[in-house]
């Protein structure tokens, strides 16, 4: 069966209004009484009505949220400006006391940052051109890592490098060398971690 009442308000309204005057014209033809072909017509009327008038508070409604918009915006810009002001007059004046005065809260304070983890789990490969190729774990961010190196023939640990990821390849191990110790250090600006435990690499078999 066909759908005759449509299904928006908007659309239920002029489906109404549109009929009522015939139907109150030719209420007995249609099988209407004249009370209720003229109750439908006040109803659609009154729909009608009711409905402009949320149009209106609706067009009223989106203005308010523009109006707000608006406010909010030159609230804002004038606000943080003296938030600013307010800020630069304590660093200037070196005076904590007008954060109080002002209600506004204070800054939170910094704390440094630890020195770097001890890095774990070193493993040294040695590739057919004689590189040797370094990999370790370490957790964090914003760390550096040293590599160090001795040669079976040192007594020291020598900087052979630095790293930012976790890795490293040494390419400029000695020809005459056998063996060579590596160990890591993690960095954090100023900040150092314990060395890592060290690997050994036998270069033997390329001497060979």
Do not use: H
Not at 79 to 99: C, F, H, W
Not at 113 to 131: I, M
């Amino acid at each position: 069966m066909a759908r005759v009442i449509p299904k928006t308000v908007s659309q239920q309204i002029e489906f109404f209004q549109q009929r009522a005057p015939v139907w109150v014209t030719n209420a007995a033809s249609l099988g209407l009484t004249g009370d209720k072909a003229l109750a439908v017509q006040d109803a659609a009327d009154g729909a009608a009505a009711a409905q402009t008038g949320v149009e209106v508070a609706e067009q009223a409604l989106k203005n308010a949220y523009l109006d707000r918009a608006a406010a909010m915006g030159e609230l804002l810009s004038i606000g943080q400006s003296a938030v600013r002001d307010i800020k630069m007059k304590i660093e200037v004046t070196g005076n904590p006391a007008l954060y109080m005065l002002a209600q506004i809260p204070p800054p939170e304070e910094r704390l440094p940052r630890p020195a770097p983890e001890q890095p774990v789990a070193l493993s040294g490969s040695l590739d057919s051109s004689g590189a040797v190729t370094l990999r370790w774990i370490c957790p964090g961010v914003r760390i550096f890592f040293r590599v160090l190196r001795r040669l079976d023939s040192e007594s020291a640990w020598t900087l052979v490098g630095a790293s930012g990821k976790r890795s490293f390849v040494d390419a400029d191990v000695p020809i005459s060398a056998t063996v060579a110790q590596y160990r890591i250090v993690a960095t954090r600006g100023d900040l150092e971690s314990p060395p890592s435990e060290p690997v050994s690499v036998g270069f033997a078999a390329m001497a060979a």
